[in-house]
């Protein structure tokens, strides 16, 4: 089974099993306000902060996944990549998966902020890359960090 099949696969039995999002470390619509950003789905206190993945954006390159690939994955559905676990890889290997986005749609994020960033992402409408909107003008795509308070993420 290829890694892209595991990390898929991986993310079905954390949804089936209950119902969370596996960037979140927890529910997508029920944020644990104790969270710190030190729980071990964050690697402790080495990694305070997340990576998030501005889906929006991504072209579906792969870079990342194929960089760090215990991390980031492509999203079959709309081909774009996604985080798969926030402590897949070393920080140093994710960071050179974020320097080889050609769109800068990776980010580091504080860990409270993510919560926010994936609420405000389960309302935009993410277009299948296979799918062309050059004659669709009525289509816009919105950055998601002017929907919520967070800065372009931390760098």
Same mark, same amino acid.
């Given at each position: 089974?290829?890694?892209?099949?595991?990390? %898929?696969?991986? +993310?079905?039995?954390?949804?089936?099993? #209950?119902?969370?999002?596996?960037? =979140?470390?927890?529910?997508? !619509?029920?944020?644990?306000?104790?969270?710190?950003?030190?729980?071990?789905?964050? &690697?402790?206190?080495? $990694?305070? #902060?997340? @990576?998030?993945?501005?889906?929006?954006?991504?072209?579906?390159?792969?870079?990342?996944?194929? @960089?760090?690939? #215990?991390?980031?994955?492509? %999203?079959?559905?709309? &081909? $774009?990549? !996604?985080?798969?676990?926030?402590?897949?890889?070393?920080?140093?290997?994710?960071?050179?998966?974020?320097?080889?986005?050609?769109?800068?749609?990776?980010?580091?994020?504080?860990? #409270?902020? =993510?919560?926010?960033?994936? !609420?405000?992402?389960?309302?935009?409408?993410?277009?299948? =890359? &296979?799918?062309?909107?050059?004659?669709?003008?009525?289509?816009?795509?919105?950055? +998601?960090?002017?929907?919520?308070?967070?800065?372009?993420?931390?760098?």
């Amino acid at each position: 089974m290829a890694l892209n099949e595991n990390a %898929e696969q991986a +993310i079905a039995d954390l949804i089936a099993k #209950n119902g969370m999002e596996p960037e =979140l470390g927890g529910s997508l !619509r029920e944020v644990d306000p104790d969270l710190t950003g030190l729980e071990p789905e964050l &690697g402790g206190a080495l $990694r305070q #902060n997340a @990576v998030y993945v501005d889906e929006t954006t991504c072209i579906g390159c792969g870079h990342c996944a194929h @960089v760090a690939g #215990n991390t980031f994955f492509l %999203e079959e559905s709309y &081909g $774009r990549a !996604r985080v798969v676990s926030q402590d897949g890889d070393t920080e140093p290997l994710v960071q050179e998966a974020i320097d080889t986005c050609p769109v800068d749609c990776i980010h580091w994020v504080n860990y #409270n902020e =993510l919560s926010e960033l994936e !609420r405000a992402r389960k309302d935009q409408v993410i277009q299948n =890359l &296979g799918i062309s909107l050059a004659g669709d003008r009525s289509t816009k795509v919105k950055n +998601i960090f002017k929907q919520t308070s967070s800065p372009k993420g931390i760098h």
